[in-house]
């Protein structure tokens, strides 16, 4: 039996593939000193699988393999660009880092490129085995990476507890996925979708749930959120922006597709859990946030909340028009917050490179010693807060035009909830802007202009160009939005 | 089909025993053994479902290897053997709770969902059903339609490799 094979297809996951081993095997080789370039072979294997993803964006169309299991059309090909860049900014962030404080260097590039292998078949999966494959590569390299400060008991507790709690989350997803296969006979999400358009059952209901309720963990929707904090502040930094963008945007491509894919047709499957979730992430991560001194920890709660405002558009989606402005909304909403956030996250490493700190207050008196920096840590902290015009409020625009097309009273209190929490959302975000421009540097620190390494100016001038240019041109993103929706 | 009910019902009491067993043991060799008992109690179970195969496969890799790697493991590193610590926590009431509620509640739904189903292994549905359990039929499914999986999983072990021996790694 031919598996009908497309080369053209799977092009950028063959790239990727190949560039791991390529790193692997060129570790072997470099002395030392010039580990370093693993770095520069993982950059280049990442921007080589671009290209594939541009030939193929040129040609259109939907490519289908293995009876419609792995599809490659605009929605796959929008995130995968998507992972890919954001792992290439991920190690732009991470060169110096890994470099100076002397930690393995080309496995970590190995792991890094493994979990965004998981990222690309996710982006393609069409069907629950190749989802939850998918979702475990994306996840167990980030185990050991959020551990990769050996020596730091806080790094090790990061990873011992998104170990554990990833684990369970597994198991809880996969017996959903059973109960799902059990009761629809199939494991393809087109042929789920057609059985639970008729099938009434109250196990699947249950099973939707189960299921949901393991994606809930990866991109710790409250009230499966309390590994995310401790993960985030113990993990080395760069792992820690690569795992709030990077794979917990896999969660949700991976709650996108199940959801819309297979569990569509029925409505109860999903609705009211997803509800509840991006109502409780809306609220909870808003007030913590608020209460929160270290800007790692703060960022972590804003992450949840943000996740919250990507909840949205899918608890109120139901069948029939509101879908397109859903998947708009949420495609959109990862694509702004995952420039944004990676843009904080690089400011946060570049002034911790300088003060050891991680705390709000070192960011005292930024604005007077490291002008540029303070400027561009306000423009990601309002574009976070959805001020205009930075590409946040696009974001937050398209997630209430979704609540409002739904047009239900469901939707109308979540859209209003979402507008209380982004005024909360305000004030921390404005807190550490304020910090920075208001308040004196503390005593005897050392407030020398900072110089940041290349790599790192790099990752924030392409976050702040994306921010500022979505910003003022939206229809950049919402072009993007169409396309993935099926426009 | 009385037999093969019958089969069905001492397995599955094996299993449930076992499972309790392992949460309940206080030494972590004992919970481990039990496991053994969980774990070829499902071998079984995928005998009585005609996939051979797959028993087979379970009993080498999880008996034959997860288990035996739990075993070396307690041995080679300085987890308590013995009965001294407990393992217990405050918590195991609330969890016995929740255990038995969740039990409850999937068992009534796994009964009215699947009670009154059977499964036909006369006539050509029958024999259908019996290749699906079959080596060749696996190997057909992995190499054409979830060959995209089976090979990701493949470079997932190889990272898993890596990542183990960085943590392993004294430096």
């Not at chain 1, 040609?59 to 490659?72: A, H, I, K, L």
């Not at chain 1, 196990?203 to 409250?222: E, P, Y």
């Not at chain 2, 043991?25 to 969980?38: F, G, I, K, M, T």
Request: aromatic residues 12%; glycine residues 8%.
């Amino acid at each position: 039996m031919n598996p009908g094979w497309d080369f053209h297809a799977i092009a950028p996951v063959i790239i990727i593939t190949a560039t791991i081993v390529a790193v692997l095997i060129a570790d072997f080789f470099f002395e030392y000193r010039g580990r370093f370039r693993t770095q520069q072979i993982a950059s280049l294997g990442v921007l080589a699988a671009m290209i594939p993803i541009i030939t193929l964006a040129v040609d259109g169309g939907t490519r289908e393999m293995f009876n419609g299991g792995f599809v490659v059309d605009p929605y796959s090909l929008v995130f995968q660009g998507f992972f890919l860049a954001a792992a290439y900014i991920s190690m732009l962030l991470s060169v110096d880092y890994i470099g100076d404080g002397d930690y393995y260097q080309g496995e970590f590039y190995v792991l890094l490129l493994t979990s965004v292998l998981g990222m690309l078949v996710m982006s393609s999966a069409r069907d629950l085995i190749s989802i939850f494959v998918a979702l475990e590569t994306i996840s167990i390299p980030t185990f050991v990476l959020a551990g990769w400060r050996k020596h730091d008991p806080k790094s090790n507790e990061a990873a011992i507890k998104y170990y554990l709690i990833g684990v369970m989350s597994s198991a809880v997803m996969l017996y959903g996925m059973s109960l799902v296969f059990g009761l629809t006979g199939s494991t393809l999400l087109s042929e789920i979708a057609d059985k639970v358009r008729t099938l009434d059952s109250p196990l699947l209901i249950v099973a939707g749930f189960l299921t949901i309720a393991g994606f809930a963990f990866k991109v710790s929707a409250v009230p499966f959120h309390f590994w995310a904090p401790d993960t985030y502040e113990g993990a080395p930094t760069p792992v820690t922006a690569f795992l709030s963008v990077a794979s917990k945007v896999g969660g949700f491509v991976a709650l996108l597709s199940v959801v819309w894919f297979g569990f569509s047709p029925n409505s109860a499957m999903f609705q009211p859990v997803l509800w509840g979730l991006a109502a409780a992430s809306l609220i909870l991560g808003n007030l913590v946030a608020l209460r929160q001194t270290n800007i790692v920890r703060m960022l972590a709660y804003s992450s949840i909340a943000q996740g919250g405002f990507i909840l949205v558009p899918f608890a109120v989606a139901s069948d029939g028009g509101a879908w397109t402005s859903s998947i708009q909304s949420v495609v959109i909403y990862t694509l702004i917050y995952g420039a944004m956030n990676l843009g904080a996250f690089a400011i946060v490493i570049a002034l911790a490179r300088r003060t050891r700190s991680a705390e709000i207050t070192s960011f005292a008196g930024l604005g007077q010693y490291a002008p540029g920096m303070a400027i561009v840590m306000s423009m990601f902290l309002f574009s976070l807060a959805g001020v205009p015009p930075f590409a946040g409020w696009f974001a937050k625009f398209t997630m209430f035009r979704a609540a409002l097309d739904a047009n239900t009273p469901a939707a109308t209190v979540l859209a209003a909830l979402a507008a209380v929490s982004s005024v909360i959302a305000f004030f921390y975000y404005a807190r550490v802007a304020r910090e920075m421009w208001f308040h004196q540097p503390p005593e005897g620190a050392d407030v020398h202009p900072i110089r940041t390494p290349v790599a790192l100016n790099a990752a924030v001038v392409i976050c702040a160009a994306i921010v500022i240019a979505v910003g003022v041109y939206p229809q950049l993103f919402a072009r993007l939005g169409d396309l993935a929706a099926g426009g | 089909m009385i037999v093969q009910n019958i089969f069905f019902w001492v397995l599955a009491l094996a299993m449930v025993l076992g499972a309790i067993g392992v949460v309940r043991s206080q030494n972590v060799v004992h919970a481990a053994l039990y496991l053994v008992v969980v774990m070829a109690g499902a071998a079984a179970q995928y005998i009585l479902l005609a996939a051979e195969f797959v028993a087979w496969v379970q009993v080498i890799i999880y008996i034959g290897a997860v288990i035996i790697l739990f075993l070396f493991g307690i041995m080679l590193t300085r987890a308590p053997m013995g009965g001294d610590t407990k393992l217990d926590n405050d918590q195991r009431w609330p969890a016995a709770v929740v255990s038995v509620f969740l039990a409850g509640v999937l068992g009534a739904l796994l009964i009215d969902a699947f009670g009154k189903k059977e499964i036909v292994i006369s006539g050509a549905k029958g024999e259908q059903l019996l290749q699906v359990g079959k080596a060749g039929h696996l190997a057909d499914s992995i190499f054409t339609a979830y060959v995209v999986p089976f090979e990701v999983v493949s470079i997932l072990l190889l990272a898993a490799l890596v990542g183990a021996v960085v943590i392993a790694r004294r430096d």
